[in-house]
């Protein structure tokens, strides 16, 4: 194999973002290849198989991409994605029933009423849709362009569609605050504000409210239904992403680590893979675009180097946190399925799935925000093991057997496998005992799991436990790091975490100081996260604007994208501004 090729672009990173961005790209008609450091593709999104036909997610398990432009752009459809979706199996307050320390607790229908307006249900026709995309597929706007009340994507929805929501606390408000006015009941406000934390956001921070609400509604409106999930899992969607970008002709090369990017007179040329690649110290040229779809520590502080930026880039760059917290995934292999406590029983045909009445997920406990902040106090501030008594620590399970019969999550004829549980950590890097810490007390921590979700669940006891899969922080960073907590809220409350400033000065457009480099990566870009799709579609955008790739009539910007001034527009009904 030559030790040299050429491309148009060369992508680096193989997960949803990186070769969702291959996908569109090659559409265009551009040569694209996509270079990945694992064995397989798919980051996140990817599935395992850890005995013989039991199949577990470690990752993302939920759909946060209903609303994505790039399902029928990359017409998806085509190759190999399909959801099973039930529109008619609405959320009801029946169906919400939610998991308090002494039993369920209904949630009021002002409790739904409104939720149900935050997310546009309720407009003439409901803007569920038109909402998700302002809030995620929209890049932010040009430097030059004023942030306001006025022109902030979201905010122009709830000023069109639903005026009486409308007003400066909205966009400046924490979560907390806007439920405290449209809700009713504490636990449906302490479930909703800790779906929104594992999803990336904080419901305590002021300034970004509404994209932590919208966050949860991906969830409970644009997915609603107890099987609205991809067939085959996430795993299933990014299979359907790397057929269309293959198909178009972009080129998969996995162990292909990159040691270097390539920068010559301060623009980005190819990429050098590392010698312990498949093709070690090989070089790849690109022609047009180098595109990092890795975190932005790596990025910058590995792959390019401080001798191409300046030092106050370099210094912002080291103070992103790519850490919010550590979702620890739990599994288990179990002889008889788990089944909730007697306390529970009384609504198990709201919450489980037959025909072995497998409960389908729950966040526990509800009861207060108290145990939020508690929560956020404990990893955020004490960065320590958990300290926090099982009976109080919060935790979700996921919705179960959304998967297709012909899956076998649900059921193996040696046992059942749980759905997946998940609880927030201190990331191993902000350990106060060191970031190896977590392993060291690692089979410690599997017994407290274990003890927190037998505060819901039997059938957790020993001797009904065949197998309980888990990682530690760093085994799962080292798989994944922008899961972790890059997401578009980041990690800290500051403004350059918000929607038109992230992640710091010169990077908020995906652009970056070096000409030809752009980033395509959660810890990096709006919105990050688990919202899949945005950020290649946003990215997208700025492209278009810099010359390097012209899309077809499949391609239609966002309503509220802002085309930069001496830029060329990205939305082909609007002339250049050359």
Excluded at 29 to 47: D, P, S
């Amino acid at each position: 194999m030559s030790k040299e090729e050429r491309f148009d672009i060369v992508i680096i990173g193989g997960g949803p973002n990186g070769m969702t961005t291959a996908a569109y790209l090659a559409k265009c008609g551009l040569r694209v290849c996509v270079l990945e450091e694992r064995t397989e593709c798919g980051g996140a999104c990817e599935t395992q198989e850890p005995i013989p036909g039991v199949r577990i997610y470690p990752h993302a398990w939920l759909m946060y991409a209903s609303p994505a432009p790039g399902f029928d752009q990359l017409e998806l459809w085509k190759y190999g994605f399909r959801m099973n979706w039930d529109p008619l199996d609405i959320v009801t307050s029946e169906a919400m029933m939610l998991t308090c320390t002494d039993g369920w607790h209904p949630v009021s229908n002002k409790d739904i009423e409104g939720w149900g307006k935050l997310g546009g249900m309720f407009g003439t026709p409901p803007f569920t849709k038109e909402l998700m995309r302002a809030t995620f597929w929209s890049p932010p706007h040009p430097p030059e362009i004023d942030i306001t009340d006025d022109n902030v994507p979201y905010m122009q929805v709830f000023k069109k569609h639903q005026p009486d929501l409308w007003s400066p606390e909205l966009r400046e408000g924490t979560m907390f605050d806007i439920l405290d006015e449209l809700c009713e009941t504490e636990h449906f406000k302490t479930t909703m504000a800790y779906a929104a934390w594992a999803s990336g956001a904080a419901a305590h921070w002021e300034g970004v409210g509404i994209p932590a609400i919208a966050c949860v509604q991906l969830l409970t409106l644009t997915n609603t239904g107890l099987r609205s999930t991809p067939r085959g899992g996430l795993h299933g969607y990014f299979h359907a992403i790397h057929r269309c970008a293959v198909h178009h002709g972009a080129v998969v090369r996995t162990n292909c680590p990159v040691d270097e990017i390539i920068i010559d007179d301060g623009r980005a040329i190819g990429v050098r893979l590392r010698e312990t690649a498949a093709s070690g110290g090989k070089r790849l040229w690109a022609d047009k675009a180098v595109i990092s779809a890795c975190d932005v520590h790596q990025t910058f502080l590995k792959l390019v180097g401080p001798r191409h930026l300046d030092p106050g880039l370099i210094r912002d760059v080291k103070d992103i946190s790519l850490k919010n917290q550590t979702l620890y995934v739990s599994q288990y292999f179990t002889k008889k399925p788990i089944q909730y406590k007697k306390r529970y029983q009384d609504v198990v045909s709201y919450k489980c799935i037959p025909p072995h009445n497998i409960p389908n997920g729950c966040v526990y406990p509800a009861d207060t925000r108290e145990f939020y902040y508690a929560e956020a106090a404990d990893i955020d501030g004490f960065k320590s093991r958990p300290t926090i008594d099982p009976k109080y620590k919060l935790w979700f399970l996921a919705p179960s057997l959304a998967w297709d019969p012909s899956d076998c999550q649900g059921y193996h004829p040696k046992g059942f496998v749980s759905p997946a549980f998940e609880m927030a950590l201190t990331s191993p890097d902000y350990h106060i005992e060191g970031e190896d810490a977590p392993d060291q007390y690692r089979d410690e921590l599997g017994i407290y799991m274990t003890e927190c979700y037998s505060q819901v669940f039997d059938g957790l006891e020993d001797d009904n436990v065949i197998h309980h899969w888990f990682a530690t922080g760093r085994e799962v960073e080292l798989r994944n790091t922008g899961l972790i907590g890059g997401t578009w809220a980041g990690s800290r409350h500051c403004e350059d975490q918000l929607w038109g400033n992230r992640p710091c000065k010169g990077l908020e457009r995906y652009r970056s100081p070096i000409d030809g480099l752009y980033h395509a990566h959660q810890t990096s870009g709006h919105p990050g996260g688990l919202c899949l799709m945005a950020i290649p579609y946003n990215l997208m955008h700025i492209l278009i604007e810099d010359g390097i790739v012209e899309p077809g009539k499949w391609w239609y910007p966002s309503p509220w994208y802002i085309p930069q001034e001496g830029k060329i527009s990205a939305d082909p009904g609007k002339k250049s501004k050359i």
